[in-house]
């Protein structure tokens, strides 16, 4: 009897210790989420009270700035009110949530990268596992078998390159993998709405913001914009973005 309660109880710490290698990381990427979303919020306030106290200023001269030269010295350079105010509105209708966005989604996929590698490191026969027919870790460089100093290391290098080989590829790709190896199902608007997201980030980073092919391609019905056009990238939008990768 006395044996069988021992058993129970290092079965229950272990289902423990188990819960909480997936429990932590979610609970991280939730609360950075929130704190990305507070911050933008503060900034996004601050901004709009600032440009409303240069506007009633009754001094309209030049300010002086110091930025960082090419040479890493530092310059000046000067920037009527008018200016600073359109630069000022330009950040809280955009510029802001865009740079929110890219950390969003990053904060996303490195959730998806910590909750896969922790089932590669404990099923490793998962990394055979083929996406759209292709086995990702099927090439192996001969360098990483030979300069790895212990199994333990051999196998986090082969999940290092599995992961990169996944998540270079379009989010399509990587979420089915990501269903296989983790035997989830994810809802199809959830995967959609994040798709569009994902392109959202593309063209804020590769292309000023602006609606491309690529785009529209990859967003198809949830497209919020034609050809060239600049993505609305606002308060709203980047709501909705956070409520999304949290339900993700």
Not at 79 to 84: A, K, L, M, P, Q
Not at 115 to 141: D, I, Y
Not at 210 to 232: D, M, P, Q, S, W
Request: with cysteine.
């Amino acid at each position: 009897m006395a044996a069988d309660s021992k058993k129970k109880k290092k079965k229950k710490r272990k289902k423990y210790r188990n819960y909480q290698c997936f429990r932590e990381p979610r609970n991280r990427a939730l609360r950075t989420l929130n704190n990305t979303y507070v911050l933008t919020s503060f900034i996004d306030k601050s901004l709009r009270d600032l440009q409303r106290t240069l506007l009633k200023s009754e001094k309209k001269t030049e300010q002086e700035y110091v930025v960082p030269s090419s040479n890493g010295e530092k310059t000046v350079l000067s920037r009527d009110s008018e200016e600073i105010s359109s630069v000022l509105e330009n950040a809280y209708n955009s510029g802001i949530h865009e740079q929110g966005i890219i950390v969003a989604v990053a904060l996303a996929e490195d959730y998806l990268q910590t909750t896969l590698k922790t089932v590669l490191r404990w099923f490793p026969h998962k990394l055979k596992q083929n996406v759209a027919g292709e086995n990702v870790v099927k090439s192996v460089n001969l360098d990483i078998i030979l300069d790895a100093k212990s199994k333990d290391q051999l196998l986090s290098r082969l999940i290092n390159k599995q992961m990169q080989g996944i998540f270079y590829g379009a989010p399509s790709r990587y979420f089915e993998y990501i269903e296989a190896v983790l035997n989830v199902k994810l809802p199809a608007d959830l995967k959609r709405q994040f798709v569009e997201i994902k392109a959202t980030r593309d063209v804020i980073v590769h292309n000023s913001g602006r609606v491309n092919e690529t785009y529209l391609e990859k967003a198809a019905e949830l497209a919020r914009g034609k050809n060239n056009e600049k993505l609305a990238v606002n308060s709203e939008y980047f709501s909705s973005t956070i409520s999304h990768l949290k339900r993700l």
